[in-house]
T-cell receptor, first 115, second 117 residues
């Protein structure tokens, strides 16, 4: 069965500190992996995606994520967090097994940034 | 501007009163989908549509209906809303269903917050 686990419900970091948001997935075939960000009152915006090839992918707003097949993980990182990064972050998995556009989302991680 | 438009943004209704949440996209996308977002549960797919006149159930379809008579519109219908359908609803679309997923990310609307009393 397909599933996504985001073990951290809420993370607080200081502005300028590094960030890592964890994501573990379960998928029966080659996964397509995504990170989305949701600002208050807004829809979800795609940060980055992984389909194949280089396991370190770069996204918008200075985010990157690394696909580790052996750990079934796709953790999101940012070297220096800005106050505007405060939002909720969702990891998602999809693929040809389920229809590439049908994504399974994690429960989200809320990021608070303190000055 | 390319966008997915949902209406209304906020809706308060009573149990059993039929309602429709509209979704429209101006990008000529084939694929459209509805999700609901609940605290601690993330986003769960309700229904999706691969193209006009083609719709399929997602993970939580009970209590909902959809239709896809035109490519741009994908309304979500609650025939008899109940309090457990109080949620934040998102419509999403993407260009293609298969083969072009690399160039076809999901575009989300800004959400509809529904309260059923």
């Amino acid at each position: 069965a397909q599933s996504v686990t985001q073990p951290d419900i809420h993370i607080t970091v200081s502005e300028g500190a590094s960030l890592e948001l964890r994501c573990n997935y379960s998928y029966g075939a080659t996964p397509y992996l995504f990170w989305y960000v949701q600002s208050p009152g807004q829809g979800l915006q795609l940060l980055l995606k992984y389909f194949s090839g280089d396991t370190l992918v770069q996204g918008i707003k200075g985010f990157e994520a690394e696909f580790k097949r052996s750990q079934s993980s796709f953790n999101l990182r940012k070297p220096s967090v800005h106050w505007s990064d405060a939002a909720e972050y969702f990891c998602a998995v999809g693929g040809d097994q389920t229809g590439a556009n049908n994504l399974f989302f994690g429960t989200g991680t809320r990021l608070t940034v303190i000055p | 501007e390319a966008q997915v438009t949902q209406n209304p943004r906020y809706l308060i209704t009573v149990t059993g009163k039929k309602l429709t949440v509209t979704c429209s996209q101006n990008m000529n996308h084939e694929y459209m989908s509805w999700y609901r977002q609940d605290p601690g549960l993330g986003l769960r797919q309700i229904y999706y549509s691969m193209n006009v006149e083609v719709t399929d159930k997602g993970d939580v379809p009970e209590g909902y209906k959809v239709s896809r008579k035109e490519k741009r519109n994908f309304p979500l219908i609650l025939e008899s809303p109940s309090p457990n359908q109080t949620s934040l609803y998102f419509c999403a679309s993407s260009l293609s269903t298969r083969g072009q997923i690399r160039n076809s990310p999901l575009h989300f609307g800004n959400g509809t917050r529904l309260t059923v009393t």
